[in-house]
């Protein structure tokens, strides 16, 4: 087996980090070493990411603000460019897979300069910037949903669909089955994604003031809100007399996710995947102001299934959801339907065949060589 490494090239946000870290893992089960190069916001992820070493370089996103902030984007990604060939060169890497987002520009054009075999993977239902930019580089495209919207026609026998890889504690969370109701309890996740969603404060909290007491006395409700409205969210559960709990992040959210009757969540492809993998019924709430509007490709994916129901945010009203709470209180067997025509959507073997991707693509790569 070979020393050089497998370079996993993702910015720092779970949405990146956490399919890399599932890709990582794969690999270190068939003895491939495996390093990370990522950026500056990922070093608190680092302690956990199963990579023999991990490195940073520099990235910015030239998109949005002036002429001279878009330059000196520019620039910095030229600086990391150089520095990642350098990195490169050193590493002498076997192959560098990307997972979206500008981090990954430096490396992986440095790879392609270099001729390194490289991957890009797209956890979204459309291919995202960064890897548009990237795809006529790489050698192979692996994709989170069955289509993968703006992918030049040229392109798209480059895309295989491997699924989304989700974190081994997603794994453990599928074997939990669907909870009963023989307590008569109705347990609610509320998320809005890694950084929360100030939309889920205002209505969700709301909409269960407009339920009866004796709705509201039957909820358990676990709420994922933004340090700015963690207690104005906590507080107005505390007057209603609703079990709750509230904080900003849960690192144990996979679980959490299998605890609950009902998901009301954004549809950023990690949360949709897991949904999947996991198996359990959702509202889901894209973001509306993405310019590719991947969440709102996402939740279609799921939606079509039967296993989410899909709201604009402009209808995501506490009217609306009041009487979609009501509904599920009472449809017991629709909610267990829902369930598992959501299982029946996951991938949870997506890491693996993404895995199989990389690896394919290495020794495709190297039969000019043995020819030779």
């Keep these: 087996m070979s020393d050089q490494p497998i370079l996993l090239a993702a910015g720092g946000t779970g949405g990146h980090l956490f399919p890399a870290e599932s890709l990582a893992v794969a690999l270190a089960r068939r003895g491939f070493p495996v390093e990370l190069v990522t950026d500056d916001r990922a070093i608190r992820y680092g302690g956990a990411f199963p990579a023999r070493s991990i490195h940073t370089i ?10 001279i902030a878009k330059g000196l984007a520019a620039l910095t990604l030229l600086r990391g460019t150089i520095s990642a060939l350098s990195l490169l060169r050193q590493l002498r890497p076997q192959c560098v897979v990307g997972f979206g987002g500008y981090p990954t520009v430096p490396p992986l054009v440095a790879a392609a300069m270099l001729r390194i075999p490289s991957v890009i993977h797209d956890q979204n239902a459309v291919l995202g910037k960064a890897n548009r930019f990237l795809a006529s580089s790489v050698n192979a495209i ?5 289509t993968l ?15 989304n890889p989700v974190r081994p504690m997603v794994i453990e969370a599928s074997k939990v089955p669907y909870p009963d109701f023989a307590d008569d309890r109705f347990r609610l996740l509320v998320t809005g994604g ?13 909409a269960i003031a407009l339920l009866d007491v004796s709705q509201r006395a039957r909820l358990v409700v676990v709420q994922q809100a933004r340090g700015e409205d963690e207690i104005r969210v906590r507080e107005t559960y505390q007057e209603l007399g609703v079990n709750a709990e509230v904080a900003p992040f849960f690192s144990d959210l996979p679980m959490r996710i299998a605890g609950a009757h009902l998901v009301i969540a954004r549809s950023g492809a990690s949360t949709v995947s897991e949904l999947a993998v996991i198996g359990r019924p959702s509202i889901l709430v894209p973001f509306p102001f993405a310019l590719d509007q991947d969440q709102a490709a996402n939740a279609q994916h799921l939606a079509a299934t039967g296993a ?9 009203t506490p009217e609306w959801l009041a009487d979609r709470l009501t509904q599920a209180f009472v449809d017991h067997p629709g909610l267990i339907n829902q369930a598992q025509a959501a299982k029946s959507a996951g991938a949870p073997d997506a890491a693996e065949r993404l895995a199989d991707l990389v690896l394919d693509t290495i020794q495709r790569a190297r039969k000019p060589e043995t020819a030779a």
């Design 149 to 163: 919207g703006g992918v030049p026609q040229s392109l798209r026998g480059r895309v295989t669909c491997t699924g």
């Design 142 to 146: 692996g994709s989170g949903f069955p």
């Design 308 to 316: 989410a129901q899909v709201i604009v945010q402009k209808d995501f």
């Design 58 to 67: 520099d990235s910015a996103t030239p998109r949005g603000g002036s002429l």
């Design 194 to 206: 890694s950084q929360g969603a100030k939309v889920m404060s205002d209505v969700v909290p709301a």
